[in-house]
């Protein structure tokens, strides 16, 4: 199989108030990232949470089955 990129490609990610980032989840549509997001958000601790979408990756040899 393939390592989520292709079938999970958009994330969460919270930014704290000194600027660290961290990955809340990975989601298969935008619109269920948004509603975590969302969700998330309307909490009273004040932190910005954002939807991204992974870049797509090449496949490398050890993903390809040609490496050796």
């Known amino acids: ?21 961290y990955r809340v989840g990975r989601f298969a549509t935008r619109a269920e990232a948004q509603r975590t997001a969302d969700s998330l958000g309307d909490r009273e601790h004040q932190q910005i949470y954002c939807v991204e979408r992974l870049a797509a990756r090449k496949p490398g040899p050890e993903q390809n089955g040609t490496g050796r």
């Open 1 to 21: 199989m393939g390592d989520g990129t292709t079938t999970l490609p958009w994330l969460v990610v919270r930014e704290d108030d000194n600027g660290n980032r």
